[in-house]
């Protein structure tokens, strides 16, 4: 893994989605309502590695994914692949792109053609983007389903015949199929049974060794995030919140609301359980945001500041990032610090 070459680079984005306008806001004369679904993002993924994407539902992973694809275009901002502004490509660098970066999507029920077999799903995805002459599709195909450990006889079979994990090995070998260099990975393992999980994460992990895939893994489980990512970006209100190297934010989390995360799952690590700062307060709304710290109603630590200027992401050492007024906050023992960040 070389990580200081960022393959994909978020860089300020924001997205919103108006609301229907309704009469009575017209008449009165006020704008359209607008969920801000991201607001100001900014995160690197570099080359080789596997980041991690988690938080609340609602908080923007999906929406953050999609633009990373460019299933949707931000409002502001841009999304870069390769230093490129991938809003700007045109024709056949679009192609490429679309070759290169490639999405699995969490249901592998609807993402499948009920009406093709294996073989002409992969295929598909083969001659779409030409990859290999007709004479070699059937050879490539079965290479691919070994890569994710298919029954050879898989080819012939219809999505309907399978488990949802050997489905969404399906998907990952359609993925494949077009050498990609990027995989986003929305929620891929979430509709599975938690038995079935671990077996397609594993799979995942090897693959992106093998292939040297970069990968973006999307979820909301905190366990198979730190088995997979290398770094991890805690999302919370379409901002990020911290990025850090996924140890180092399972055991030292250098933000408050990564900290109330993980003691919401104290499962995860023996040294946070019975720690009692779990999320509390209400969470604002996405429609009308608070002018400065998203988590100030709910963070344990608030003070003045974090009620009018919102903190932006710095550096905190051991290579973590933070968007806090806090340069350091509190195992309770510690007495909390009110310092400028770095
Ligand atoms: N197409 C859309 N139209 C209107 N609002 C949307 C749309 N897509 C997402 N949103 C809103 O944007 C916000 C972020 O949604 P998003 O799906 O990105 O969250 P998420 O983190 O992926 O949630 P989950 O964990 O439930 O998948 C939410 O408030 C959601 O309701
Ligand atoms: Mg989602």
């Known amino acids: 893994m070389s990580p200081q070459i960022p393959i994909i680079s978020v860089d300020g984005v924001t997205k919103r989605f108006a609301f229907p306008h309704s009469l009575a806001r017209r008449l009165s004369g006020k704008p359209p309502l607008a969920v801000h679904a991201l607001n100001d993002v900014n995160l690197q993924v570099y080359r080789g590695e596997t980041l991690g994407i988690v938080g609340e539902s609602g908080c923007g992973k999906s929406t953050l994914a999609r633009c990373m694809v460019r299933l949707l275009d931000p409002d502001g901002g841009a999304v870069r692949f390769e230093g490129r ?32 077999t294996v073989s002409q799903i992969i295929g598909e995805a083969l001659s779409v983007h030409k990859m290999r002459p007709k004479e070699q599709i059937a050879a490539r195909i079965t290479e691919l389903l070994e890569l994710v450990r298919l029954p050879g006889d898989a080819a012939a079979r219809y999505p309907h015949e399978f488990s949802g994990g050997q489905r969404q090995r399906i998907g990952i070998a359609r993925a494949l199929a077009v050498e990609p260099d990027v995989i ?35 979820a909301h489980d905190l366990r198979l995030v730190r088995h997979i990512s290398h770094r991890v970006a805690v999302m919370y209100l379409g901002q990020v919140m911290e990025i850090s190297p ?97």
């Open 184 to 218: 986003v990975a929305d929620e891929l393992v979430s509709a599975l049974d938690v038995s079935v999980q671990a077996q397609v994460v594993n799979l995942l992990l090897q693959l992106q060794e093998q292939l040297r895939l970069t990968v973006v893994f999307v």
């Open 246 to 342: 996924s140890e180092a934010l399972f055991t030292s989390p250098r933000h408050p609301y990564s900290k109330a995360l993980l003691d919401a799952a104290p499962e995860l690590d023996p040294a946070y359980r019975n720690r009692n700062v779990a999320t509390r307060g209400e969470l604002p709304s996405p429609v009308d945001l608070p002018p400065g710290c998203p988590f100030a109603g709910r963070c344990p630590y608030v003070f003045d500041r974090c009620r009018t200027e919102r903190p932006l992401l710095t550096p905190r050492g051991n290579a973590q990032f933070a968007a806090c007024h806090l340069t350091s906050f509190g195992a309770e023992d510690q007495p909390v610090t009110h310092e400028r960040p770095l």
């Open 85 to 116: 502004d991938i809003a700007e490509l045109k024709s056949s660098e679009r192609r490429g792109f679309n070759r290169r970066v490639q999405m699995i999507f969490q249901d592998p029920y609807s993402s499948l053609n009920p009406r093709m």
